[in-house]
């Protein structure tokens, strides 16, 4: 098997807090743009669902069971979902995908 050099916990929670930044500023200005109509959106829910975790971790950092808080931390996959959802290529894409494996 091929071995891969052990990533450091405390990168692994730098390059979390880039990425809960990055979405944490997207929210602000989807806030400022959408007000009252952000509310209204279910993505709004995932999109803070995803963001969830990293200030449960150093809220509860040592209570909160970690397997609990990795479930969590999966909710950004929807964000996957959002994306095919907008650009029509991609629902193409993932189709021809998913037919080309059965």
Known sequence: FIRYPEISDRLFLQVEIV???IFCVELVLRAYA???RLLCDLWTYIDLLGILPLF???AFEGVV???WIRS???SKLFR?????KRIP???SFLGAYFAALK
């Open 56 to 58: 449960l971790v150093f």
């Open 89 to 91: 290529v991609m629902t």
């Open 19 to 21: 990425i809960v930044s």
């Open 65 to 67: 069971d970690p397997s």
């Open 72 to 74: 969590l931390r999966c």
């Open 80 to 84: 996957i979902g959002k994306l095919v």
């Open 34 to 36: 959408f007000r009252s």
